[in-house]
C-alpha cells in the first residue's frame, strides 16, 4: 500500500466514521428537542452502542497504521498542506484516545456520572461540603488523566489540550492577567456610571410565536442557510450538525425577555456560520472540523456581541423590530434599544453573565482549577478562594455556594480546562473582528442595510474553510498578523462602554 | 459454546442490530418531519452506510451459525416455545437475506430508483406505455429474486413471503373469491340506495390547531402512551418506533376536511398500539417484532374502522368535537356523524377509498400482479385489463391510466406481493374483532363511557405481546378457532351498511 492508498483509506474510513457520529448527533438533537420523556433508558443504550462502535473504529490498529504510514511519506513533508495538517491533528486524537486505558476510561466515566448526581444534590442544598469529597475524587482521575496524556509544564496543560488543542497555561494566564486589571476597572467604573440603559425596554412581554419569526429573520439575514439548517427550541441552547448540509441551532424564548432568545439565536449562528463554513470535502478528516473551542466561541460570540449588539446591526433591525413588536418598541428609540443590549451588572451566575462581566467569571474559575489541581488550593478552601476573588472581582459578595462555586456542572464532569475557552473565544472574537473592519472598512454602514455577506466572506475565506488546518494560535498569528493579546477585547469595551455610560 | 450460549450470543448481536436500525429509522423520520431540504444528500449517505453495516451484521457467518448451532439443540424441541419460534424466523429471515447475490440486490436497487424516476413521469403525463418497459425489467428481476429465494406452486409465494410468510397465493386467492361476489354485490346496493351521508359534515373547515389538539385527545383515549411516543406531521402518514419506549405517529391535517387527519390518527395509533404492546424483553428477535404486515395492518383498520367509524365511539367523542368545533357541528346530530364517517363511494384513487369499495381496489391489483407475474397477462394489456375488472368491481369507467393501473409506485418498487396484505389486514381485523366482541360482550358500552382499555387489554394478551411467535394464520386460528374467512369482514358490512342507507 502506497502512502497516498493510506491516506486515501483514512479518509474514507473517517467519513464512515463521521457519518456514524452524525447518527448519535442526530440522536442528541432528537432527545433534546422531541424524544417523548419515557424514551429515556431505551436512548441511552442506544448512544452507549454507537459511543462504543466510534471509538472502536477510530481508535483501530488500522488507524493508527495509516497514520503511520502518511508520517513516513512526503505527504507530510508540507507541513502547510491541508494533508499534513489532517496527519498532525489525526496523530494527536489518536494518541490521546489509545492512551487512556479502556479501565481508566470506564472509572472516568462511573465517577463522572456520580459526581453530577452528588453536585446536583449539593447545589440545591447549596452545600459545598456535601461535594468535596466527590471532587477529590475528580481531581485525582484527572491528574492520572494528564499522566496517562503526558505533558510539559503543567499538569493542567494536557487536560485543556482536549479543548484548547497546542495551548499552554502559561500563555493563557499571561493575556488573562493582562486582561484583569483593566477589565477590573472598567466593570468598576461602569457600576459607578452617570447613567444606565433601561433594561426594562427588553424584559417587557414579548409574544413567543413573534419572537420566533424575529430570531429566523435575524438568522437567515446574517447568513445561517435554513436550506441546510433548522432552528428549535430547547431548554439549554446549543448548535449541532450531522454531515455537510445539515446544521441546527436550538435556543429558548421567553415571554418577557426578547433578550435571552435574541442573543441565543445570534450566538448559535454564530458556531453554525462557522459549521456551514467548513471544507465539505473534507468531511471525517480534522479540516472538515475544527477542535479549538475557544476558536468556535470566537464565532459565536462574535454575531452574538460584536455585531448582534452593535449600533449597526440595530440601526437595520430595530424599525423591523418596532414593527414586529408594536406594543413593547412603539416609543423606544434606537439609542435605547442600543443601550439597553448592552447593559453592564454583576451577577452571581456566569450563564446570566453580561459581555464584560462574563470574563471575569471565566478568570476566576481558571485560576481556581489551576491551583487547585495544582495542589496550591485545598479543595476545603475553595468557596472562601471562589468569594474573595468574587469580590475583588466583580465587587459583589457571593451570598451562597449555589451562587458561587457550586453553580457549574463541569468540575463535576471532569472537564478541568474546559473554562478558559469561553474567555479565550472572546479575546480571539475581538482581536478577528478588529482585523475584519481594518479589512472592511465599509463593514459598519454594510450591516445597516443589513448587508453581512462581507464580514461572512472575510470569516469564511480566513477561519471557517480552514478547519483545525490550523492550530487557533497559529491561525490568529496567520489572520491578525499579531499573537493573541488582551487588547482588542479592552480596547472594543473601553470605547462602547464609555459612550454608552457616559464614562 | 453451548446451544443456549450461542442463543444468547444470537440476542445480544440482534439488539445491537436492532438499535442501530433504530438509527436509520429515526434517521428516516427526521427526514420526512425535520430535516432541511438541502439535506437529502448527507442523508442518503448515511442511510446507505447504516443499510450496509445492518446488512452485514445481520448476514454475518457467525449469526448462520449461532442459528445452526441452536436448531441441532434443546431449544427447538418444543416449537410452540418463544424461544423455537425465535429460531424459525430467525432461519427464514436469514435464509432469505444471504440467498440474495450482491450483484443482484445491487441491480434491483438500481433499477428499481430508475422504474420509480420513469413512474413519476408516466403517471404525470398518464401514460402506461411509458413505464411498460421498465415494468418488463421488474418483473424480470422478481422472477429472478423467486428463483433465488425458491418456493412451492406459483413464483408469486416466494415474492409475498417477504411480507406476509407463510401465506400462499392459492389460500389467498380462495378468501378474495369468497369476499368479492358479496362486496361488489354490497358496493352496488350502496350506490342505488335511498339514503346518502351529509359529507359536507366532515369536508368544512376545521382550525387545524384545534383538530391536533383531538386527535391527540383521541389517540390518548385510546391507548396511545404520549409518555413513550408522540404526533407529528407529514406529507405521508406512517408510523415508526426507535425500540422499546419510543413509538411515533406521523397524520396530516387538512384545513377543510377533519376525517383524513383523524383517520390517519386512529389508522397510526392502531399500528403503534401493536408495537407498544411488544414484549421489549425480546427487542431486536422475531418474538418482539412482527413480519406479518397482514397482522400490522389488522390493528391499524381495526382501530381505524371497527372502532374509529363506530357508533359507540362517535357516541363518546362526538360531544366533545362539538364542545371543540363549535362552529362546524354545532347543528349536526351524533347520527348524522356517524354516517358521513361512513360514506361508500366508488372511486378511482385506492388511497381515498372508503372502507369498502378499498377491499375491491386490492383484488384487482392482486389478480392483476399475480397473473403477470405468471405471464397470463401482457405487460402491454394491463390498462384495458385493469380498466376492464374495475368497471366490473366498482362499476365506474377509468377515465386514464394516472387514475388507473399507473396510481401507485408498488410495481416500480419491484414490490409484487405486497398489495393483499392491506385486504388481509381487513379480514384479520373483521375476524379479530368478531372474537373480541364475543369475549368482551360490554364492549360498545365501554366505549361509550370513552373505556377502551378492554379491548386493548385483550389485543395486548391475544395478539400484542406475540410479535413474530405466530404465523398470521396460525395465530387467526389460535385467538379466533377458525382459518380466516371472508365471512366476518362481509357481516360486518352488511350490519354497518344496510343501516346506515336504508338498504
Excluded at 430570531?215 to 439548517?229: K, P
Excluded at 479543595?379 to 451570598?399: C, M, Q, S, T
Aim: with cysteine; charged share 25%; aromatic share 10%.
Amino acid at each position: 500500500m502506497s502512502a497516498m492508498d493510506a491516506y486515501n483509506a483514512l479518509k474514507t474510513h473517517l467519513k464512515e466514521h463521521a457519518h456514524l457520529v452524525s447518527f448519535s448527533s442526530l440522536a442528541e438533537w432528537d432527545q433534546e428537542t422531541r424524544m417523548p420523556k419515557g424514551a429515556g433508558d431505551t436512548r441511552a443504550d442506544m448512544l452507549g452502542l454507537m459511543a462504543r462502535l466510534t471509538h472502536k473504529m477510530f481508535t483501530d490498529k488500522k488507524v493508527g497504521d495509516w497514520i503511520s504510514e502518511c508520517e513516513d511519506s512526503d505527504i507530510v513533508a508540507n507541513t502547510d498542506t491541508i494533508e499534513a495538517a489532517n496527519i498532525r491533528e489525526l496523530r494527536r486524537s489518536y494518541d490521546r484516545q489509545t492512551k487512556l486505558p479502556k479501565e481508566f476510561v470506564e472509572e472516568e466515566a462511573k465517577i463522572s456520572s456520580k459526581a453530577q448526581q452528588v453536585w446536583v444534590e449539593a447545589r440545591k442544598k447549596s452545600d459545598f461540603t456535601l461535594f468535596a469529597p466527590m471532587l477529590e475524587k475528580v481531581l485525582d482521575l484527572t491528574r492520572r488523566k494528564a499522566e496517562y496524556y503526558g505533558y510539559e509544564g503543567e499538569a493542567y496543560n494536557a487536560l485543556m489540550d482536549d479543548f484548547e488543542p497546542g495551548a499552554t497555561v502559561t500563555e493563557v494566564a499571561s493575556v488573562f492577567d493582562a486582561l484583569r486589571p483593566d477589565l477590573v476597572d472598567l466593570v468598576g467604573r461602569i457600576a459607578d456610571a452617570p447613567r444606565r440603559p433601561d433594561i426594562k425596554i427588553i424584559k417587557q412581554p414579548y409574544d413567543v410565536n413573534r419572537q420566533r419569526l424575529f430570531s429566523e429573520m435575524v438568522a437567515a439575514t446574517i447568513g445561517f442557510d435554513f436550506n441546510h439548517g433548522r432552528l428549535d427550541e430547547v431548554e439549554h441552547p446549543f448548535c449541532t450538525g450531522f454531515g455537510p448540509g445539515d446544521t441546527r441551532i436550538c435556543t429558548r424564548f421567553y415571554p418577557n425577555d426578547l433578550g435571552e432568545g435574541l442573543t441565543g439565536t445570534t450566538h448559535e449562528a454564530g458556531h453554525a456560520l462557522y459549521a456551514m463554513g467548513h471544507d465539505d470535502e473534507q468531511f471525517g478528516m480534522p479540516c472538515g472540523d475544527v477542535n479549538s473551542l475557544g476558536l468556535h466561541e470566537s464565532q459565536s460570540r462574535m454575531w452574538e456581541n460584536q455585531v448582534g449588539r452593535g449600533r449597526a446591526f440595530w440601526t437595520y433591525f430595530f424599525p423591523q423590530a418596532q414593527r414586529i413588536f408594536r406594543d413593547a418598541l412603539g416609543d423606544v428609540s434606537l439609542e435605547q434599544m442600543y443601550h439597553a443590549m448592552n447593559n453592564v451588572t454583576p451577577s452571581y451566575i456566569r450563564v446570566e453573565a453580561d459581555e464584560a462581566t462574563y470574563n471575569l467569571h471565566i478568570m476566576l474559575r481558571f485560576e481556581i482549577e489551576r491551583a487547585m489541581l495544582a495542589g496550591d488550593i485545598k479543595v476545603k478552601d475553595i468557596p472562601a478562594e471562589w468569594n474573595r476573588r468574587f469580590k475583588n472581582y466583580l465587587g459583589i459578595e457571593v451570598d451562597k455556594d449555589s451562587n458561587g462555586c457550586l453553580q457549574d456542572v463541569h468540575w463535576a464532569m471532569g472537564a478541568i480546562g474546559y473554562f478558559p475557552t469561553y474567555c479565550l473565544g472572546n479575546l480571539y472574537s475581538a482581536q478577528f473582528y478588529a482585523a475584519a473592519r481594518k479589512a472592511l472598512p465599509q463593514m459598519d454602514e454594510q450591516f445597516g442595510r443589513g448587508d453581512f455577506s462581507g464580514l461572512l466572506g472575510w470569516l469564511r475565506e480566513n477561519i471557517h474553510r480552514h478547519g483545525a488546518r490550523y492550530r487557533a494560535g497559529d491561525l490568529c498569528k496567520k489572520v491578525t498578523g499579531a499573537e493573541l493579546s488582551h487588547k482588542h477585547l479592552i480596547d472594543y469595551m473601553k470605547e462602547k462602554y464609555s459612550e454608552i455610560y457616559g464614562i
